[in-house]
């Protein structure tokens, strides 16, 4: 059993719910398990990191701006496959916690490996809100502005995609106002739940890269199924 999933949620750190409870907010990493829920779309554990911890993956950016890696990974060799891609350069603490996140995931969803991709970014991956056509994923910001989402009820779906007739996101009617537009923080854990969620292939969740500048990257990391 993944021990910290495992955990009971301490006193005073209750769940939030946003969105007719299409997305769970907490501060103890068992607020992903609520994934589950019917209904639910998001779970974030929120979590926010040390200084010395940022210090340093702020460092191994800077000496690696263009790092991007594809891996298949188990709970049990995570941590060995990421240090030897890293040529053994990326900080301890990163590689462990990145580690701990693949066994977590795996442990949720009962899997034996997970594709995970690492990378660099100093442009936005994915400018435009989409869906995932995945079961579920994991997201996670180590460095920068984080992934930006839209809770069910404020989203048109018919204007997703080419239904948006070429127009921003802003104006298609997608969504009516800014302030509709969720964001995540660095170091906060996220599991999305796709289009190839059983039950959920309408109600996927929405979401997109954060507008970024070039001078100030992102580090994020996700987790797929095998």
């Known amino acids: 059993m993944n021990a910290v999933l495992a955990e009971p949620m301490a006193a005073g750190c209750a769940e939030q719910t946003i969105g007719n409870i299409d997305a769970r907010l907490g501060e103890q990493p068992t607020v992903l398990s609520d994934i589950y829920q019917d209904g639910v779309n998001i779970a974030v554990w929120q979590r926010r990191f040390e200084q010395g911890f940022a210090k340093a993956i702020s460092q191994y950016m800077a000496a690696n701006p263009t790092m991007s890696k594809s891996l298949t990974v188990s709970a049990a060799n995570a941590f060995e496959v990421l240090d030897y891609a890293t040529d053994g350069q990326a ?104 289009g190839r969620w059983e039950g959920n292939e309408e109600t996927a969740l929405v979401h997109r890269s954060p507008a970024i500048d070039a001078d100030k990257p992102r580090f994020i990391m996700t987790l797929d199924f095998g």
């Open 91 to 194: 900080p301890k603490a990163l590689l462990e916690d990145m580690a701990q996140l693949v066994d977590m995931f795996c442990y949720l969803f009962d899997l034996d490996e997970v594709g995970l991709r690492f990378a660099t970014l100093s442009g936005a991956m994915c400018p435009r809100f989409h869906v995932d056509q995945v079961p579920c994923r994991l997201v996670t910001t180590y460095h920068g502005a984080a992934t930006e989402w839209l809770p069910n009820p404020t989203v048109d779906r018919s204007k997703l995609g080419r239904g948006s007739n070429g127009q921003p996101d802003s104006l298609s009617g997608l969504y009516q106002h800014e302030s509709d537009v969720q964001q995540l923080h660095c170091g906060d854990v996220a599991l999305l739940k796709g």
